[in-house]
């Protein structure tokens, strides 16, 4: 527990009557700033011509004591009043890990401790009344005013100083109720998942793969957890999980999709292989449509689609129509998947996670490379690979010129005097995909992008800081928002100077595409009053910068000054990085990821149970972010410690209630699986994934269901469901009911080694005798009980192995949910013995009873119900084949299977 020390400015605990114990005197400078005079010090530091006879004779009287005010008094006040307003209103600037340069510094992990940091700068600092002036722009602030004069929240700050003037000499964290004891009450009530479990648990969330029951139990310590889970993080799983995790916050694979694709917000002329490529191909795909058409209007075959000319036409023009579309698919995902794929990059390769937003190069594929006209590592890198991804750049590329929609369209325009280089790189800021999905106008500015610069990168979300501007009067008056007496001051100058970072790309991305020296729009250039020659930003705007520091020196609108940088993006990059902020802001970032639940908003109420979850969740961010950088910004690292929070290892509650239900149900305690999630753990445990039996390689979680699974297209739909809802469950038990069958054929036909789910049983595992009622035939009875097994045992420990694979528990053969789940195999066993009708699991097909119907995919071509010979065992089975089941044992694993699928343990982890 930290302890702090608070030296008031006086040293007695009691004052003279004669002493005026809270008067402040200010006295002002030539400068207009105050110098503060407390009356509290010692008589000593009031000179003596100052005194008069009656304070003189005053100091002789009766002393009485100071109020008795303590520590947790004050602090209860604080809480209550004045931490909401700092958490709310002036946490982006004078957080304790700010870059911002300030003498009023809070540490915002927990109210106690911003109380105590606020005590440090009051009793400190000459000017502690600079803690209402300041807000209140009663005297310079650099955050504008956010506090109204003569309010009630300037008299509650006003009134908070007073009372801090009441506290004995000192005042630490042993005087406070410190919540840091009851979040360690909360976290000692969670059982964890036994290393084991966890490690099966994280191994699955950051590869999507799972070990076998013998290879996790041999975890035993923190130390192979660490090092066995690491040794699993360089597979394409472990990529999967980097591209979504990144993908769900940058939100690039919206030009992924056909609705919005990415070579449609680019500007061709800009990057004009992309629109030779493509128009090249159009124009092929066109004329074979034209020629196409041609001869069925001439065609005198009926109907002109029977002709075979025009059918040789028609499968010319499909395929290079296909040909077509395949290709600006694969340029659109390798567009929008171009800064994930950097993301992966950085990380596979064991890279400090910094260079996300320092690397001098992009990463690129075939198709990107080609479209942008690029450069790249790998000389064989083929125009048609999409799967090998590259260290780039953009070779070169065009700028706009006035005349670009008028005579630079003639096709004997000498176009050489609007090429330029290669665009300058600082990792995802500098992205086409990353500017693309953040565009801006002329009247944005690049305020989006810095938005969601900091949100992502430095963790502040601007539009949280403060409520914007309401009043009509001033939203009237002010065109600037930037402007130090606007109330939007305070976010814009925060926001602004970073905006202005991102001068060289245009709205849609493209780099210096104005006449090539700046992106400033030409209206601006040709009509401001405030333009100058060689500027790059606008003038009316706070100068480019980050933290209070501007990127120039001299002419701050220009051109970089700073000859180490090509370009100010990358000063932004490399600022950024040596921002504290940086770490907590990943840790922030990856959190949903990991967690699978998003972070918590600070609650305004100081004392619910939602504020204590919020405050168990900063602490563990705290945690991750000093392991962070002591990894070097290792990312690894870092995923691998969030998977041994208390959080990510919980299980359940000791001693449940229902507070602890609302502070750990917004902590993630039990969080639904993602769309890949449930189709990655369909795969690792049984080897397939649902799909049509006429089109094997159609995933149909994620090409059909995904958006009903709580998934996101990355444009319209932005957040995932956390919830479930009764699509999803409609979803699932679809999905159980159409797999189940067709997995209990599949691993009972194949053999025992090769099979993932039925290790312990066959089909002609049964728990007891006698077989069935419908085998009359004596000798057929005895052909059939020649093949049976019969223990009731090797059922359980099958039930207890699924279990572990489809819920990740390990229970022992008399728990009561084994017993359950065996007691329902047997009874659905008993009922298709008494109303069995055939050998197959497909008894009753004809059966007009629509509730005693059993759902199975079953190939009928595969099936042969003429000329069987009854009386014979393998007659019968030759023409039944793999339905062949007079044990009629499959549908009862078929049901073990809905009921494990369909379960919370599945759906959730």
């Known amino acids: 527990m930290h302890s702090f020390k608070h030296k008031l400015p006086h040293t007695q605990h009691t004052l003279k009557v004669a002493l005026i114990p809270f008067l402040t005197l200010f006295i002002f400078t030539q400068s ?3 110098v503060i005079i407390d009356t509290k010090t010692d008589s000593t530091d009031i000179t003596s011509e100052t005194k008069t006879k009656t304070e003189t004779e005053t100091e002789t009287e009766t002393e009485i004591e100071t109020p008795n005010i303590q520590c947790n008094d004050v602090f209860t006040e604080f809480k209550k009043s004045i931490f909401p307003v700092l958490s709310s209103t002036c946490e982006s600037c004078h957080i304790s890990n700010s870059a911002f340069e300030t003498p009023y510094k809070f540490n915002n992990q927990s109210s106690e401790l911003a109380f105590l940091s606020t005590l440090d700068y009051l009793y400190d600092n000459p000017n502690a009344n600079f803690f209402v002036l300041k807000p209140t722009n009663q005297v310079m602030h650099n955050g504008g005013y956010q506090i109204d004069t003569d309010s009630n929240t300037e008299s509650l700050f006003s009134d908070f100083i007073h009372l801090t003037e009441q506290l004995p000499f000192q005042c630490t964290s042993t005087d406070l109720i410190i919540n840091n004891e009851v979040i360690d009450a909360r976290l000692s009530n969670i059982t964890r998942l036994s290393l084991s479990q966890n490690y099966q648990k994280a191994l699955f969330t950051l590869t999507g793969k799972t070990e076998s029951l013998t290879s996790i139990n041999q975890i035993t310590t923190e130390q192979q957890f660490k090092q066995s889970l690491r040794s699993q993080l360089s597979e394409d799983g472990f990529t999967a999980f980097l591209i979504n995790g990144a993908n769900d916050r940058l939100l690039t694979l919206k030009f992924a999709n056909s609705q919005s694709f990415a070579i449609d917000s680019i500007n061709s002329w800009i990057y004009q292989d992309i629109y030779t490529k493509l128009g090249e191909s159009d124009i092929a795909r066109d004329l074979a449509q034209k020629a196409m058409q041609d001869l069925i209007d001439a065609s005198t075959v009926t109907p002109p689609e029977d002709d075979p000319k025009v059918i040789q036409a028609r499968l010319h023009y499909q395929t290079l129509a296909d040909e077509n579309w395949d290709m600006r698919k694969k340029i659109n995902r390798a567009i929008a998947e171009e800064p994930l794929r950097l993301i992966d990059h950085v990380v596979q390769n064991d ?3 910094t260079e996300i937003l320092t690397a001098d190069y992009m990463m690129v594929n075939g198709y990107s490379n080609q479209a942008f006209n690029g450069e790249h590592a790998i000389k064989d890198l083929a125009e048609d690979d999409h799967e090998t991804w590259a260290e780039g750049y953009i070779a070169s590329h065009r700028f706009l010129s006035i005349d670009q929609y008028g005579e630079i369209a003639q096709a004997d325009k000498d176009f050489s005097q609007y090429e330029q280089g290669h665009v300058p790189n600082s990792g ?13 106008t002329d009247t ?16 502040v979300d601007i539009e949280r800081l403060v409520q914007r501007a309401q009043d009509p009067d001033e939203l009237a008056k002010i065109t600037d928002p930037g402007s130090e007496n606007s109330s939007c001051y305070g976010c814009h100058i925060i926001m602004d100077p970073v905006a202005g970072a991102f001068q060289s790309f245009g709205d849609s991305g493209a780099y210096l595409e104005t006449a090539g020296t700046s992106s400033l729009p030409w209206d601006y250039i040709g009509n401001h009053e405030s333009y100058e020659q060689d500027d790059r930003w ?16 001299q002419n701050l609108y220009g051109k970089i000054e700073d000859t180490q940088f090509v370009d100010p993006i990358q000063w932004l990059g490399k600022h950024i990085i040596n921002d504290k902020r940086f770490a907590s802001a990943t840790v922030e970032f990856w959190y949903p990821a990991v967690m699978s639940h998003d972070l918590l908003l600070k609650p305004e109420d100081t004392d619910s149970p939602a504020f204590l979850a919020y405050q168990i969740q900063q602490n563990i961010i705290k945690e991750l972010t000093d392991q962070f950088v002591q990894s070097n910004y290792d990312l690894k690292t870092l995923l691998i410690e969030m998977t041994l929070t208390d959080l990510f290892a919980a299980k359940q509650f000791k001693n449940a209630s229902s507070s602890h239900d609302i502070e750990f149900k917004n902590l993630g305690l039990g969080n639904l699986l993602t769309p890949e999630q449930i189709d990655n753990k369909m795969i690792a445990i049984t080897g397939k994934h649902w799909t049509y039996n006429w089109s094997l390689d159609t995933h149909k979680l994620i090409d059909d269901y995904y958006l009903f699974l709580g998934g996101i297209d990355s444009d319209k739909i932005t957040e995932r469901t956390r919830e479930i809802n009764t699509m999803m469950v409609q979803t699932i038990e679809r999905m159980a009911q159409e797999m ?15 099979r993932k789910l039925f290790t312990f049983v066959n089909a002609k595992t049964i728990p007891e005798l006698p077989l069935s009622a419908f085998l009359t035939n004596d000798n057929l009875n005895e052909q059939v009980l020649d093949y049976v097994e019969v223990s009731q045992d090797n059922i359980i420990q099958q039930i207890q192995y699924l279990v572990h694979l489809f819920w990740n528990q390990q229970l022992s053969a008399d728990d009561p949910e084994v017993l359950a789940i065996y007691q329902l195999w047997q009874n659905i066993w008993q009922s298709r013995l008494e109303n069995a009708t055939d050998f197959s699991s497909l008894h009753n097909s004809d059966n007009e009873n629509t509730e005693l119907q059993e759902f199975c995919e079953v190939n009928w071509d595969e099936l042969n119900w003429d000329d069987v010979d009854y009386s014979k065992i393998e007659n019968i089975k030759a023409n039944l084949g793999e339905f062949y089941n007079p044990e009629h044992t499959i549908r009862p694993w078929s049901a073990i299977l809905i009921y494990l699928m369909t379960d919370y343990f599945f759906m959730y982890q």
């Open 428 to 440: 995802i800021l500098s992205s086409p995909a990353f500017l693309m999905r953040f565009p801006s």
């Open 351 to 353: 890279r400090p996670y």
């Open 32 to 34: 207009c700033q105050p």
């Open 444 to 459: 944005n500015k690049n305020r989006a992008r810095a938005r969601w610069t900091y949100k992502f990168f430095l963790g």
């Open 538 to 553: 606008y003038r009316s705007n706070i100068p480019p910068g980050l933290n209070g520091k501007n990127i120039n020196t």
């Open 740 to 754: 189940s069958c067709k997995l209990v054929l599949d691993e009972f036909n194949a053999d025992l080694n090769t």
